[in-house]
């Protein structure tokens, strides 16, 4: 199953980040991608340490049990279809939910920027869908090659997700939009629906 859940591993990567770019750059000639702003704080670098250690962690994974470096935790034909059906789902859902940003689609923050507040579709149930959906084709991916290095990408991957979201984002969306950013988050859940909503 290593090599299946590496073939969509990458897979994954090229719809949500490179054909996803191309979309983006052709309809409003920026690729979307802003990275670190300058003059980051430590908790925002961690978070994009975090993410990039993730995204390579859940590429060396599969690979490692591929070639028999490591073996998986549990092998049974149950774990891998409910991850193929996870893998899939997570990552129709990511294209979808990042689809409905429109232009409004960025990776990172660029604090001179103003983006519009994107409320409706998947994002009237939850403020993050994009992270949400990638959480489930990370957890996915993870069950179609359940090793002990994909488990570590899978938690390394969730505590970086919570720290953008949290410590990037929010204060971001907060400063640019006010209140109708506070309204919407007292409304709808931060990534699972009526979960982490602002007080």
């Not at 073939?7 to 990275?35: D, E, I, K, P």
């Not at 949400?132 to 488990?151: E, Q, R, S, W």
């Not at 899978?154 to 997700?161: H, S, Y």
């Amino acid at each position: 199953m290593g090599g299946i859940a590496l073939g969509a591993y990458l897979l994954f990567m090229v719809l949500a980040f490179g054909l996803r770019a191309v979309v983006h750059r052709r309809r409003t000639g920026s690729t979307g991608f802003r990275g670190l702003r300058p003059g980051a704080g430590i908790v925002e670098k961690l978070a994009g340490a975090l993410f990039v250690a993730a995204v390579v962690v859940g590429l060396v994974a599969p690979a490692l049990q591929l070639f028999d470096v490591v073996t998986p935790v549990v092998d049974s034909w149950a774990t891998r279809a409910v991850g193929a059906v996870l893998a899939v789902a997570g990552i129709v859902a990511t294209l979808f939910a990042q689809g409905t940003m429109g232009d409004s689609w960025r990776v990172g923050v660029d604090p001179a920027e103003t983006t519009d507040l994107v409320t409706g579709g998947p994002f009237a149930f939850v403020r993050n869908p994009i992270f949400t959906a990638m959480t489930i084709a990370a957890a996915g991916l993870t069950l179609l090659a359940p090793n002990v290095v994909a488990i570590v990408g899978l938690g390394t991957l969730l505590a970086a997700i919570l720290l953008q979201v949290r410590v990037v984002e929010e204060p971001y969306l907060l400063r640019v939009h006010g209140e109708a950013y506070r309204a919407y988050g007292r409304r709808v859940g931060r990534l699972l629906p009526g979960v982490g909503r602002l007080g």
